[in-house]
């Protein structure tokens, strides 16, 4: 039984935890303890509690930050800010089971070969216009930015209309298969996006922290 990966997750069995994990982790920046607790309803004290211990468990990473931004003597003491851990992953199979290992094997093999990675990029493509099609999202933006949320992409809408993903679901796999996984990626949602309209087109454009494929307008 994956002891760690249990104990790891059995802070979110408390509702107050849960409710602020997923605030924190639903922003695309470090919140201190005041905005989550305004952000879930709850005191500032209960706040702080809960999300040391989500911090204490690997759940969440702690910054410290002035919030006003001055340096030296007066500027004040920095406050503590949270936000979702990086670099860590945890699922738990019961029983154990490492799909992972596989797609590992997997993505070596296709790497070495042409003629694989062809045709694992014709799979992307296929698998893409799968996801549009069966979805009950309307053709729209909005239908899009739906979808790429039931994929787990949390994609964001910036004021010049791109839609960044704070979160890769391969962001592993592209560890050490990152030209491979993002070819993938772009094959994919350029398939998704192309079934939505001609209002946006899939294209990589790396941002630290980011998911390496941003939808932009099509002009």
């Not at 969440?60 to 007066?74: A, C, I």
Request: glycine share 10%.
């Amino acid at each position: 039984m994956p002891d760690d990966a249990l104990d790891r997750l059995a802070p979110l069995a408390d509702p107050v935890r849960r409710a602020l994990y997923a605030y924190v982790a639903d922003q695309s920046a470090p919140v201190d303890r005041d905005a989550a607790a305004l952000g879930v309803g709850i005191g500032r004290p209960l706040a702080a509690f809960h999300l040391d211990r989500l911090a204490a468990a690997g759940l969440l990473d702690v910054e410290f930050h002035r919030r006003s931004g001055r340096t030296g003597p007066g500027a004040g003491r920095p406050a503590k800010f949270y936000r979702r851990a990086r670099g860590r992953e945890t699922a738990v199979s019961l029983p154990p089971r490492r799909y992972e290992e596989v797609a590992e094997i997997l993505a070596e093999g296709v790497e070495g070969s042409t003629e694989a990675t062809t045709g694992a990029l014709d799979a992307a493509g296929r698998r893409g216009h799968e996801i549009a099609g069966t979805t009950d999202a309307p053709r729209t933006m909005d239908g899009l930015v739906a979808t790429l949320i039931e994929r787990g992409y949390e994609p964001v809408k910036g004021v010049d209309g791109t839609i960044r993903l704070r979160n890769c679901p391969f962001d592993r796999l592209a560890t050490e298969h990152r030209d491979l996984t993002c070819s993938l990626n772009l094959a994919m949602l350029g398939a998704v996006a192309e079934d939505f309209g001609d209002a946006v087109a899939a294209r990589v454009d790396p941002v630290d922290g980011w998911c390496c494929v941003a939808l932009t307008p099509a002009h």
